[in-house]
């Protein structure tokens, strides 16, 4: 309830891809203002009126965004003392038009604050609000304790707000009141309790000036509501009949120029409670030593309770915090109370109460041996102060245990509170189900009941055909499943299939060009063959020729003519059969690529795949034989073609062999000088 929901509503469009937005703050408003337990008021209400002067160099309409944080330092540090100000509205995106119902759930526990805003002020050399700003529930929770605050941040709509999104981040400047318990006596005391103005609140980290170059100052005013139907709100009344509050005697925790004035330990949740729990527990302290001064000390003089807000956050909280936060731990300090009520012998040391425990610094025994009296006091006041701290522990120890079991209250009165919701929604559809059926009017009371019955006996019926639906839909789509990925499967063994017979035409292609080549080398043994039956003739008809007989030119160029012929016919072919084999021999063998085996139905016979192999290991044979079978013939056509240069160069010399002579086997030509040449 008056909870403020800051949402960007977003709805789909066929022009727009990014959607519709509409940027709105959503708040549930009742007629009754709830009061929490335990609290003397129902609700924090802030007026913010406006700018008390011009601005010299306005930066166009300003918004107000107020909330109240629990830890004014922690805040100020985060969120509004950096570079780039982090502080601002955080906007839950919402889907229209049905918006999900974890959309609107509050946290319990922020540190800084649930913001609300207001609208823009005008006019922009000096904005007039006069906004009012209702805080309750979980926001009057955390004001008034040690640290709480009420922040106002400033922001320029020229700034925040453009045609494509609403975005408030980086405020101009903030103000701050102190929600400390001075402000909540005076709120609460007679004169306060209609309302207290503010003036000259100054605006704080802003380099905006007035006519006058001096700081802005904005102007409020505050009120507690102890009535769950308030007469009337602060915008209806007339500002100047409202006691204007000293504002220079008030500290405000963002101010670094001021210091901090004495004010209460931490606000009650109840006054009356915090009245009482601050009178029992004063707690006698005893006089600090003057080391120069040599005069008896003076009587005791009665002085009223003076305790201050806590400084260090680095120390213990006072001794009686937890009691003035939780009053139902009352009986914790049920003993304390009584002790503290009786009659005590005064003391001519004793001070005001203490409120922090304080490690007190070691006395010298000049200082220490004369005062008997302070030393008795000394030693109760260690006592009562470690009671105090086991009283503190307790209470802690049993706090952090009812805080467990009050969380895990609320998470089965969630479940409890949803499962009742879905029966109220389900009653709720019969009831209008039942209504558009039928007249309510005509009918009677038995009729009703058998058409209830009737209804649920047919919504049980449907539930149950819709789950029969809903396994059938689960059915259809694992076997769509299965069949998309059996499709698959196939299309990769087709592709496999496909590359396996590209490659097998590719060793056919390559076999029949090995039958050509064994062709051609059955050719070339006969050509060989009748070659050498050539010059063995010539050889052998060589020698019947007359010794150191001088040969005709004729038959010299005919010799000559034809083992140039000769010559020529075996180094071509020869040159031919070296670049056929270093093909073979360089061509890269074909890849296959691997497809993944997967377990699907074989496409192939068996009798067809032992034949596919057969073939291909009997392709390979032949090639790997043929291979062999041209390396070895080439080598010894190579062999035989030096031995028949080497006998025809003889030849043509005149130089003839004879059984005796012993010959070294120089080659006169190199076949391979021959076939580069």
Known sequence: MFHHYHVELMQPHVNVPSGVRLYATLVRKGSVIPRQEGFAFTGFEVLVRGLERPLKDPVGPLLVVARIVPNCESYKDAMLMKTSRLAGITVTTVKYPNPPRSSFEVFDCTNHGYPQVSAAGYPQEQPNWNHSFLFQGRDCATAFTTGAALVLEYYSITTVMNSVNWHIRCPLGFSVVPLNQDIYHKLMAEHGSHGMRVDDLPVQGTSLQTVFNTRPTVGLILRLIGSERPDSILTMLDPLRFPAMDWETLHCPLDENQQQAPSAHLSPVNPVTSLEIGSSKEIPQSQTLDKTAESPPAPAVARPPVVKLQQDQGRLPPYDALAQILPEYNYLFSATHLSSKQPRPQQPTSKAPYPLPIQQPALTSEERGPLTGERIANREFTDHEAKEMDNYRTAMRKMAEDIIDLRKNISSLEAENSKLRSELSLHQDLGRTLLEDTDIDVMTKAEIADRIVSLKQKLAGESVELQSYKVKVQQLQNELIRKNDREKELIWLQKAHQQQQAVLQKYQEKGSQLKLLEDTIRQQEKVIEKMERLLD???????????????????????????KEVELVLLAENARLREELQKLRHEPNPIILQQPFHPVPDSFSDSEKLCLLAKLEKAQGCIRTLEAVMEENS???????????????ESEHGFARTSTMVLHDFPMKNVSDSVLT
């Open 537 to 563: 003739k010539k050889l052998r008809e060589k020698p019947r020729e007359k010794p150191g007989a001088l040969k005709t030119p004729t038959a010299i160029i005919d010799d000559s003519s034809t083992q």
């Open 635 to 649: 080598r010894k056509w190579g062999q035989e073609k030096q031995n028949l240069l080497t006998r025809l160069s």
